[in-house]
């Protein structure tokens, strides 16, 4: 757990006039569960996309993997994961079809590919709808699959947006089940959450303000250091201090 996967140091990014990340500075584990919080116009999604080698930054430094967000950024989009609420699956693919698509992106071989597939529908039950289009099932389903297509080629981080958006709460514990498990397998896991019961599943928890890291630690120490009951009562009184809207 002491070697660091993510690192950033000053880290900014500006569109025109506005700066949309501002000077952002922070490490994060190998295997640790790390919560990336901010109401909307906060600069998150803009973080993210940086972290994931989408978008250059305007100055500071960062290295994901080992790999440096300015110079490498095919090499970070091939050694991670990655998986949004909003597209993640093909759903006019089959759920093998999807699984087989998305390895061969990460440059699994074929005969890699068949030996995972089947322990792995197992696992998630899907065994009888190996050949069903994924745009049939259950949206629970889906995100279970996601999930587990996006750390099928074992990369080193995961980066999970809005995972569990729109399902069930028994859905929402069996999928952290499933992220406690890949960080048990050495997994970093870079979540971003507007469920703040959620927060407190992670290892530890930032939380942007107008585009600065107002505020870091576990659940534990941010409820302690603001006086509150819970990671709800943290964000809030964080959120209050943004004078931006809209990210």
């Known amino acids: 757990m002491n070697e660091y996967v993510i690192t950033a140091e000053n880290l900014t990014k500006s569109f025109g006039d506005f700066t949309a990340v501002d ?5 994060v584990r190998r295997g640790e569960i ?6 909307n116009g906060a600069g998150k999604t803009t973080a993210m996309r940086m972290f994931c080698g989408l978008i250059l930054p305007s100055s500071g430094k960062a290295s994901i993997g080992g790999f440096d967000v300015y110079r490498e950024t095919e090499a970070i989009k091939r050694n991670i994961g990655y998986m949004s609420q909003r597209f993640s699956l093909y759903d006019d693919l089959t759920v093998q ?3 087989n698509f998305y390895a061969g992106i990460y440059g699994m071989s074929r005969k890699a590919i068949r030996e995972k597939s089947a322990p792995l529908l197992k696992q ?6 190996r050949n069903a289009l994924v745009g049939s099932l259950p949206l629970g389903w889906k995100q279970k699959l996601s999930f587990s297509v996006a750390i099928f080629h074992e990369p080193k981080i995961v980066f999970l947006d809005e995972p569990t958006g729109g399902v069930d709460p028994i859905t929402r514990r069996e999928f952290w089940q499933m992220i406690y498990e890949a960080s048990d397998r050495d997994i970093t896991v870079f979540v971003t959450t ?5 927060a407190e599943y992670c290892h530890r928890v930032s939380v942007m303000v107008d585009g600065r890291i107002e505020a870091l630690d576990t659940p534990g120490g941010l ?5 509150a009951a819970s990671m709800n009562e943290v964000f809030l009184q964080l959120a209050r201090k ?6």
């Not at 943004?242 to 990210?247: N, Q």
């Open 223 to 227: 409820k302690k250091s603001h006086g």
């Open 23 to 27: 000077r952002i500075s922070f490490e």
């Open 124 to 129: 998630l039950g899907l065994e009888a709808e």
């Open 34 to 39: 790390f919560g990336f919080l901010g109401a």
């Open 242 to 247: 943004a004078k931006r809207k809209g990210d």
């Open 97 to 99: 079809e999807n699984i």
């Open 194 to 198: 507007h469920y703040m019961d959620e």
